[in-house]
């Protein structure tokens, strides 16, 4: 059986990575640009990009868990181990498919020209304000889990290898040339 995820799904792991990096930084940062700059606007199109793009990785990486079977961690994990990361993985792929989905619904239904890849997207005929504002409070309020979701499974990737030392977090790895 492997010894890693596949190329594609490692590749799709580090690429969500940086993606989830530069949504989160680009929404931090935006409070240090003035409204109405072109630093706002560049930030925030960056957000909503970065953003859309996730979806479309979270979802091809649905599709690869399908079609891949999960190598073993050696020497294997105890079940409750197993089982809490079986449930981060599942908010990880809930959380990051539903924030997308939030913002984009309410920028359509919002009216407002919005872009993304600084491309111009439609907005519905008759906006729904109070429909758009409920779905960014949601946004907004579910975002912030994403920090807790993402820092304990990055502790949990360190703690099996550094202190259980397998190979759980060598399995997410690209492969180095000699080993292809
Ligand atoms: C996984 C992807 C995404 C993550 C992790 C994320 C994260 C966040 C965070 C942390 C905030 C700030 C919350 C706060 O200040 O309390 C935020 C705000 C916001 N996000 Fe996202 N977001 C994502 C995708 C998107 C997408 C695709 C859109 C729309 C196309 C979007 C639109 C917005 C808007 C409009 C705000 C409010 C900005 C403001 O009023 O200052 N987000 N997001
Ligand atoms: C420093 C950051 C990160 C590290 C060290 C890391 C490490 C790992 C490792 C070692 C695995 C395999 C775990 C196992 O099979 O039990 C894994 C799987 C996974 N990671 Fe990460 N990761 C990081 C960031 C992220 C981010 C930002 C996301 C998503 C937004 C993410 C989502 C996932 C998911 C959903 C899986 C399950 C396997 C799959 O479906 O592809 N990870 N990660």
Known sequence: MREKFAGAQIALHWLTFLLVVTAYATIELR???????????ALIITHFSAGAT???LMI????????????PIIPAAPRWQTGVAHLTHTLIYALFISLPILGLSSRYLKGREWWLFGISMPVAAEPNFDLADWLIDWHETLAPLGYWLIGL???AALFHHYLLKDNTLLRMMPARRRDR
Do not use: D, E, K
């Open 31 to 41: 409070g240090f640009a003035a409204r109405g700059s072109w630093q706002g606007y």
């Open 54 to 56: 996730i979806l479309v």
């Open 60 to 71: 091809a990486r649905l599709f690869l868990r399908t079609r891949h079977r999960s190598p």
């Open 153 to 155: 499974h990055a502790v």
